[in-house]
């Protein structure tokens, strides 16, 4: 059954230091996402991303996060100078045509020192 | 209010039981509902879309109301292995994102 992956699954940072969470995505999806979980709360969305472009962002969604798709398999999420407040569990998802369900890769959990 | 609301539980109910959740939205231009299962600390995962003639599967049956603009989940016969977090999804229409209510857990006792 197709499923989403991400790498790593479990990320140690400094705080101001660079990450780059990837994933690769279902393999005929069109639509990819991020989001991201706090521990004891709701699922957050990020960002949405479609034909190499973001579609949608949120508020959380700020100058230091950025998404690419540098080939045309993966999926990534780079938060620049990370922060405490960073850490969390992030949940890369993709979706087919029109929609459709998404469906979630097993999350990298981030922890900020 | 908030864009998807559900009450957060938790839901103790003994083997064997019927539980339902409740779900509403407040986006009445929403154009697809999902539930989605959450394990501790582990990816969403989707249990069943929602359609609107209401639809079932196996033990789980979905409803969705447009004019209260809520959404229900019906577990007949509850296992153990049913114990985690019901997560209700709203994709609305016009945009590229599905919003997350903050779950309701069950806990399934022996």
């Known amino acids: 059954e197709p499923e989403v992956t991400q790498t790593p699954s479990h990320q140690v940072t400094q705080m101001g230091q660079e990450v780059i969470l990837r994933c690769v995505p279902i393999?005929?999806?069109?639509?990819f996402y991020w989001y991201r979980q706090i521990l004891g709360q709701k699922v957050e969305f990020l960002v949405s991303?479609?034909?190499?472009?973001?579609?949608?962002k949120s508020e959380i969604f700020d100058d230091q996060f950025s998404v690419e798709r540098p080939d045309g398999s993966n999926f990534t999420l780079k938060i620049r100078s990370t922060k405490l407040e960073d850490s969390a569990m992030y949940f890369c998802?993709?979706?087919?045509?029109?929609?459709?369900?998404?469906?979630f890769g097993q999350g990298t959990r981030l922890t900020v020192v | 209010r908030k864009e998807v609301e559900q009450d957060p539980g938790p839901f103790n109910v003994p083997e064997g039981a019927t539980v339902a959740f409740n779900c509403t939205y407040s986006?009445?231009?929403?154009?697809?509902f999902f539930w989605y299962r959450q394990d501790c600390r582990k990816e969403p995962k989707l249990l069943m879309s929602?359609?609107?003639s209401g639809n079932e599967d196996g033990r789980f049956t979905a409803q969705l109301n447009r004019a209260s603009q809520y959404i229900s989940l019906l577990i007949r016969d509850s296992k153990l292995s049913d114990s985690a977090t019901y997560l209700c999804?709203?994709?609305?229409?016009?945009?590229?994102?599905?919003?997350f209510g903050t779950g309701t857990r069950l806990k399934v006792l022996a």
């Open positions: 998802a993709s979706s087919g045509q029109g929609r459709t369900e998404a469906f």
């Open positions: 393999s005929n999806h069109l639509y």
């Open positions: 991303f479609y034909n190499n472009e973001i579609s949608e």
């Open positions: 986006n009445s231009a929403s154009q697809s």
């Open positions: 929602v359609y609107s």
């Open positions: 999804v709203v994709n609305p229409s016009g945009t590229y994102k599905y919003i």
